[in-house]
């Protein structure tokens, strides 16, 4: 199976009342096991990844994993750089066929955000890869990219949709309140932004910082008109949180089987999978999502 549009999942989500689980992966393992259970709930997936795990792996054994694993699913599989600052990696991973790119220009000021996304969505549109545009601050580090500033930068709706058409983004992904990692406390949410957002344009907003929302709150989130939800904290708890626990077992047993942790690692992150397809009503959906 080819890799999903990025952009045409979160359209039909829309249009269905329901939001794409997008998730970070960092490696074969996560990779399979989200797939796996994305499969089994047929739920159309967005597989992500940072900048660090990229640099790490390399985009074409990333992007090879994830073909493996798309080639022996029934669902929708897309695969997604997530918050990439870096121009040189945004280029490799549009080199080596991925659905699409986050070009996070938050750090920049407002004319060089706009020029430098235009540019990002040329190079991206050139080779079918779409592009998600985040030109404002949300709050958190997520893997050495971000700022725990509310304030560095954050513009009108009507600028944000301004720049977003102008510049051909594909999705877009605003300040709702939301912040990476998780909440030291209750978070101030946007829900009426993106009702706002939704009034204003087509293109599909994306939620940032879902870990640790309600499902009330998801619920808000979607039924204002957010498509693409991300979740990367969730998944890397329960990775590692698996490994310890398998790990401090083998350690008592004196039994060290690396498979078995492997298998206890991936039923942790399809775990996560199968929670969110339910939370975001994406179960099922699958049929009605459309590939590039």
Not at 133 to 160: F, K, M, R, T, W
Not at 195 to 212: E, K, Q
Request: aromatic letters at 6%; proline letters at 3%; glycine letters at 8%.
């Amino acid at each position: 199976m080819a890799f999903a549009s990025t952009k045409q999942l979160a359209l039909d989500a829309r249009a269905g009342g329901y939001a794409v689980p997008a998730v970070n992966i960092v490696d074969g393992i996560s990779i399979a096991a989200a797939v796996r259970a994305a499969d089994a709930a047929g739920s159309p997936i967005i597989l992500q990844t940072s900048v660090k795990t990229v640099k790490y792996f390399g985009a074409r054994t990333l992007a090879d994993a994830a073909r493996a694993a798309a080639d022996e699913a029934s669902v929708p599989v897309a695969l997604h750089l997530d918050h990439c600052p870096d121009r040189a990696v945004i280029t490799e991973a549009i080199a080596h066929g991925w659905s699409s790119v986050l070009f996070d220009a938050s750090d920049r000021d407002f004319e060089t955000a706009r020029a430098e996304t235009a540019e990002v969505t040329a190079e991206a549109h050139a080779a079918g890869v779409d592009v998600e545009s985040e030109i404002e601050n949300i709050v958190g580090v997520e893997d050495g990219v971000g700022s725990d500033d509310p304030n560095v930068h954050y513009y009108s709706d009507e600028a944000l949709v301004g720049v977003a058409a102008e510049t051909q983004t594909d999705l877009i992904a605003p300040a709702l309140g939301t912040a990476h990692g998780l909440y030291k406390a209750s978070p101030v949410l946007l829900v009426d932004r993106v009702r706002s957002l939704a009034a204003l344009t087509d293109i599909p907003i994306v939620l940032h910082g879902g870990t640790g929302l309600s499902p009330e709150e998801f619920a808000a989130f979607i039924d204002a008109g957010v498509s693409k939800i991300n979740i990367s904290t969730q998944l890397k708890l329960a990775y590692m949180h698996s490994a310890r626990d398998h790990l401090a077992e083998a350690e008592r047993s004196g039994k060290w089987e690396p498979v078995k942790l492997f298998d206890q690692i991936g039923a942790a992150v399809g775990e996560v999978i199968t929670e969110n397809a339910t939370l975001f009503r994406s179960a099922g959906k699958a049929a009605a999502a459309v590939t590039a």
